[in-house]
T-cell receptor, first 114, second 115 residues
Framework: SQTIHQWPATLVQPVGSPLSLECTVEGTSNPNLYWYRQAAGRGLQLLFYSIGIDQISSEVPQNLSASRPQDRQFILSSKKLLLSDSGFYLC?????????????FGPGTRLLVL | AQKVTQAQTEISVVEKEDVTLDCVYETRDTTYYLFWYKQPPSGELVFLIRRNSFDEQNEISGRYSWNFQKSTSSFNFTITASQVVDSAVYFCALSENNYGQNFVFGPGTRLSVLP
C-alpha cells in the first residue's frame, strides 16, 4: 500500500531564515506530487505540483520554491522566510497520469515564522 | 472558472443527531469530479469520496451518505447518527477533466459533535 511522509511535523523559524520541508511517498512509482498551504482557519491553496522528476509547476508566485530531485521526493524550500509564510503545509500525491485522480494527503507540517 | 462554496462555516450538533454539510460548485466543464475530505484535529486530510459528473447516483457508506444533484450543482454530505469522532473540518473539492492537478477546495465546514 502507498504511504506518504512529511517532516518535520512542527517547525518554528525566525523571519529571514531558510526553509526546507520534505515529503516522500512509498509504494508507488511516478506519482503526481503536490504542495498545499492552509493558513489558519482557511481553505487549501495549491502552491506547486509535479508530474515527474524536475518537472515543477507553480500555481502562485511567492517566496517559496519546490524541487523534485527523485521520483518520490518533493521538497518545499525558501531562502528567506516571511511572517506570511506561517501556516500548515500539506503534501499530497495522486496516481500517475494526467487525468483526474484522487489526491491523498500527508500528515502536514505546521510552520510558525516569528 | 471553478469555484466551490461551503456556506456553513461552523455547525454544532449533539451526538446522534443527523447533520448535512452543503457543497455548491461552479464549473463550465461537462466532465468533472467532486470529492469530500475530512480533516480531524490532527490535520491530515482524509479522503472520503470521489464522484464523477456522469454518476448522479447517491451513495451511502455506513453512516455517511452523499447527495449529488447536477441540476442544482450541489454535492451534499450527510452524517447520520453523528458521533463525537465525526468532529472535524470537512472540505468539498472539485476537479475538472483537465490534468487533474487543478483541485479547487471549498473553505471547509467545521463540524462539532457534542456529547
Amino acid at each position: 500500500s502507498q504511504t506518504i511522509h512529511q517532516w518535520p511535523a512542527t517547525l518554528v523559524q525566525p523571519v529571514g531564515s531558510p526553509l526546507s520541508l520534505e515529503c516522500t511517498v512509498e509504494g508507488t512509482s511516478n506519482p503526481n506530487l503536490y504542495w498545499y498551504r492552509q493558513a489558519a482557519g482557511r481553505g487549501l491553496q495549491l502552491l506547486f505540483y509535479s508530474i515527474g522528476i524536475d518537472q515543477i509547476s507553480s500555481e502562485v508566485p511567492q517566496n517559496l520554491s519546490a524541487s523534485r530531485p527523485q521520483d518520490r521526493q518533493f521538497i518545499l524550500s525558501s531562502k528567506k522566510l516571511l511572517l506570511s509564510d506561517s501556516g500548515f503545509y500539506l503534501c499530497a500525491w495522486s496516481p500517475p497520469g494526467l487525468g483526474v485522480e484522487t489526491q491523498y494527503f500527508g500528515p502536514g507540517t505546521r510552520l510558525l515564522v516569528l | 472558472a471553478q469555484k466551490v462554496t461551503q456556506a456553513q462555516t461552523e455547525i454544532s450538533v449533539v451526538e446522534k443527531e443527523d447533520v448535512t454539510l452543503d457543497c455548491v460548485y461552479e464549473t463550465r466543464d461537462t466532465t468533472y469530479y467532486l470529492f469530500w475530505y475530512k480533516q480531524p484535529p490532527s490535520g491530515e486530510l482524509v479522503f472520503l469520496i470521489r464522484r464523477n459528473s456522469f454518476d448522479e447516483q447517491n451513495e451511502i457508506s455506513g453512516r455517511y451518505s452523499w447527495n449529488f444533484q447536477k441540476s442544482t450543482s450541489s454535492f451534499n454530505f450527510t452524517i447520520t447518527a453523528s458521533q463525537v469522532v465525526d468532529s472535524a473540518v470537512y472540505f468539498c473539492a472539485l476537479s475538472e477533466n483537465n490534468y487533474g492537478q487543478n483541485f479547487v477546495f471549498g473553505p471547509g465546514t467545521r463540524l462539532s459533535v457534542l456529547p
